[in-house]
T-cell receptor, first 114, second 113 residues
Framework: KQEVTQIPAALSVPEGENLVLNCSFT??????LQWFRQDPGKGLTSLLL?????REQTSGRLNASLDKSSGRSTLYIAASQPGDSATYLC?????????????FGTGTRLTVIP | EADIYQTPRYLVIGTGKKITLECSQT?????MYWYQQDPGMELHLIHY???????EKGDLSSESTVSRIRTEHFPLTLESARPSHTSQYLC????????????FGNGTRLTVT
């Protein structure tokens, strides 16, 4: 069974700093990888989806990379802002069904200090 | 903004009660899912559906049932709530075709006393 790990569990940075969040997975045979943001008491919001054939995806200040061979993905946040404070989760899909073959990490709780 | 709606947002009920958590989406997505999430823990898949009249159990069925009579509606029912059911319940949807992101509702926070 795929195992998805996100380390650290929590991270605090001063405003304006660039930062990297990590996601690792045990089975490199993935279909895609998604990064989500979750605010307290809310659902998950999709940030970026990287297909297995892609190496990276960018959206504004966010850049996600994927290295299947090493079982790793990173989410780079440039010029962090207090509004970026949230929990960031990654999820790995094993195939296109996306239902019982989708595995989530437990997330990294990010705090950006003004 | 969420195009997938969950009600109620918060619910406190006593042990043994039957409850239904509502989930509706306006995007015409075929696939819908129910997840359970405890603080600091990973999401656990409870039920999922590939379309109308399709329902499947996930890893954590938790003595619940679902129905999918209409594309847009995917309610989750607990026949007899227990304190162990206290958790956050998240509904999600995605269109058919693998490389589409999941859309989540804002969740229902359930407390069973």
């Amino acid at each position: 069974k795929q195992e998805v790990t996100q380390i650290p569990a929590a991270l605090s940075v001063p405003e304006g700093e660039n930062l990297v969040l990590n996601c690792s997975f045990t089975d490199s045979a993935i279909y895609n990888l998604q990064w989500f943001r979750q605010d307290p008491g809310k659902g998950l919001t999709s940030l970026l989806l990287i297909q297995s054939s892609q190496r990276e995806q960018t959206s504004g200040r966010l850049n996600a990379s994927l290295d299947k061979s090493s079982g790793r993905s990173t989410l780079y946040i440039a010029a962090s802002q207090p509004g970026d404070s949230a929990t960031y989760l990654c999820a790995v899909a094993g195939d296109q069904t996306g239902a019982n073959n989708l595995f989530f990490g437990t997330g990294t709780r990010l705090t950006v200090i003004p | 903004e969420a195009d997938i709606y969950q009600t109620p947002r918060y619910l406190v009920i006593g042990t043994g009660k039957k409850i239904t958590l509502e989930c509706s989406q306006t995007m015409g997505h075929d696939k819908m899912y129910w997840y359970q999430q405890d603080p600091g823990m990973e999401l656990h898949l409870i039920h999922y559906s590939y379309g109308v009249n399709s329902t499947e159990k996930g890893d954590l069925s938790s003595e619940s049932t679902v129905s999918r009579i209409r594309t847009e509606h995917f309610p989750l029912t607990l026949e007899s709530a227990r304190p162990s059911h206290t958790s956050q319940y998240l509904c999600a949807s995605t269109p058919t075709g693998g490389n589409s992101p999941l859309h989540f509702g804002n969740g229902t926070r359930l407390t069973v006393t």
